[in-house]
């Protein structure tokens, strides 16, 4: 089955920087990559996901990379602001497979004011 | 407002109790899930129905049971509650059925239970 590994496990950066997370995935046939955002005490809540038919994905702050080759995914969110702190998801599953998906750890992002 | 809601989103309880969980989703989806979310914060899948039909299992013991009356809505029962199984649960649905916008999954607010 899928296995999908989330890197780093905590991230710590100044308001305004940039940050990174990243992801890999080990099923070849996984094509739908989501990043989800939980807050304390909220349930996960989907940003940004990308589907295995393009590399990369935008939107505002918030980008997110595939390397289909490499199998692994990226998560980019630029001039981070505090409320940007949570902790995000990667994912991964087959198209129209969602009874497959499986999530990484996750990251726990602190944006410093 | 449209979205997955779950009650309680609280739940103490004694070892050996059997409780419930309910689920109700109105963005009328045709796939709901259970997950379990440890204090790790690792995200684990137990239960995926499709239009009341079980689709998978994740190795969950059977003192947990996914209980679907319609395809709005997939309770979750727990029989003989034991410390292990606190946890935080989480619902969500997906518009399974053919499409590009048919995988992303909504998640309830979740339900955390504490077995004592």
């Known amino acids: 089955g899928e296995n999908v590994e989330q890197h780093p496990s905590t991230l710590s950066v100044q308001e305004g920087d940039s940050a990174v997370i990243k992801c890999t995935y080990s099923?070849?046939?996984?094509?739908?990559f989501p990043w989800y955002k939980q807050e304390l005490g909220k349930g996960p809540q989907l940003i940004i996901d990308i589907r295995s038919n393009v590399g990369e994905k935008k939107d505002q702050r918030i980008a997110v990379t595939l390397n289909k080759t490499a199998k692994h995914f990226s998560l980019h969110i630029t001039e981070t602001q505090p409320e940007d702190s949570a902790v995000y998801f990667c994912?991964?599953?087959?198209f129209g497979g969602g009874n497959d998906m499986r999530f990484g750890a996750g990251t726990r992002l602190t944006v410093k004011p | 407002d449209t979205a997955v809601s779950q009650t309680p989103k609280y739940l103490v309880t004694q070892m050996g109790n059997d409780k419930s969980i309910k689920c109700e989703q109105n963005?009328?989806?045709?796939?709901m899930y259970w997950y379990k979310q440890d204090s790790k914060k690792f995200l684990k899948i137990m239960f995926s129905y499709n239009n009341k039909e079980l689709i998978i299992n994740e190795t969950v013991p059977n003192r947990f049971s996914p209980k679907s009356p319609d395809k709005a809505h997939l309770n979750l029962h727990i029989n003989s509650l034991e410390l292990g199984d606190s946890a935080v649960y989480f619902c969500a649905s997906s518009p399974i059925g053919g499409g590009w916008s048919t995988d992303t999954q909504y998640f309830g607010p979740g339900t955390r239970l504490t077995v004592l």
């Open positions: 994912a991964a599953s087959t």
């Open positions: 099923d070849s046939a996984s094509n739908y």
């Open positions: 963005l009328g989806h045709d796939t």
